[in-house]
């Protein structure tokens, strides 16, 4: 998660006990004890108090946050681990990409795969990002910023990168179902919480590289970008997909993408009136 720099001064995190409930569901699929609410809550705060100067004032800055689980017990073999370390890492960050919101070039993976249902896909684990690396170095030695992965099939469209994806067509708005081998982020929430609030058709199911080549090659597919904590929205220029290049919205950013960043960025800072109640005052923690 992130914590911003509010216009008065003060500071806001975006969505900490979304953060907090993900941590305790992927925990109990790895076999780890989370920390309870209020626990990781009172250390999210402590911690960010004490370290309240590297929260930064620039206005496309913000502070990461990762709290992370590890077994740390001194112990070789295969069980579940009997002692665990709960810690926070902070780091302050500027924009995602050197280019800012430039729309992206993306190689779509079409061999690995980096996760299966039933596996870790749906868990935010060390393993997903350790699976993705091959596929990612491969593709910006290419030229391009970011890998579209596909289901284990290589057909259905998952995850792009470590953000989940939304493609804009004529009449909806369609991002993948969670299957078990997707992680449900926060900001695809968010996105989905927001669109529906404007009255967009935002449907969640499987969307294939089929349909999406035919609704490019129809006109019926207007633009596409991804979402996550780092980027926030990250639209999509062009896709690479078996030896061709696909150009979406003439590789300029969507107006959607435009104004979903907009939204929700003036939302983190405190722009914006937040209707969702997404910002959580450090003091209030």
Same mark, same amino acid.
């Given at each position: ?25 992927? =925990? *109990?699929?790895?076999? #780890?004890? +989370?920390?309870? @609410?209020?626990?990781?809550?009172? !250390? ?70 980096? =996760? *299966?249902?039933?596996? #870790?896909? +749906?868990?935010? @684990?060390?393993?997903?990002?350790? !699976? ?154």
């Amino acid at each position: 998660m992130k914590a911003f720099r509010q216009g008065d001064g003060q500071i806001a995190l975006f969505r900490p006990e979304f953060n907090c409930k993900r941590m305790q569901q992927g =925990a *109990a699929r790895l076999c #780890l004890q +989370a920390p309870p @609410a209020e626990i990781f809550m009172q !250390a999210l705060k402590e911690l960010v108090e004490v370290e309240a100067r590297w929260v930064p004032d620039d206005a496309m800055s913000s502070l990461y946050i990762r709290p992370t689980l590890i077994g740390s017990e001194a112990f070789l073999g295969v069980r579940p681990a009997r002692e665990i370390l709960f810690f926070i890492l902070l780091s302050p960050v500027g924009p995602y990409y050197a280019r800012g919101q430039a729309p992206t070039k993306i190689w779509v993976e079409d061999r690995a795969v980096r =996760a *299966a249902p039933g596996g #870790l896909g +749906a868990t935010k @684990a060390g393993a997903n990002y350790a !699976a993705s690396l091959q596929s990612a170095f491969h593709a910006k030695q290419k030229g391009f910023d970011q890998v579209l992965w596909l289901d284990s099939q290589h057909e259905g469209i998952e995850e792009v990168g470590t953000m989940n994806v939304f493609w804009v067509l004529k009449d909806e708005i369609v991002t993948p179902a969670l299957n078990g081998s997707i992680l449900a982020g926060g900001m695809r929430d968010s996105v989905i919480q927001l669109l529906r609030h404007e009255g967009a058709r935002v449907s969640e199911r499987l969307i294939t590289m089929s349909e999406i080549i035919e609704c490019k090659n129809n006109g019926t597919l207007l633009e596409a970008f991804g979402t996550g904590t780092a980027a926030v929205i990250s639209p999509i220029g062009e896709l690479y997909y078996k030896e061709i290049r696909h150009v979406l919205n003439k590789g300029e950013v969507g107006s959607v993408s435009a104004r979903l960043y907009e939204i929700i960025s003036g939302i983190q800072r405190g722009r914006r009136p937040d209707e969702f109640g997404w910002m959580k005052p450090l003091s209030g923690l």
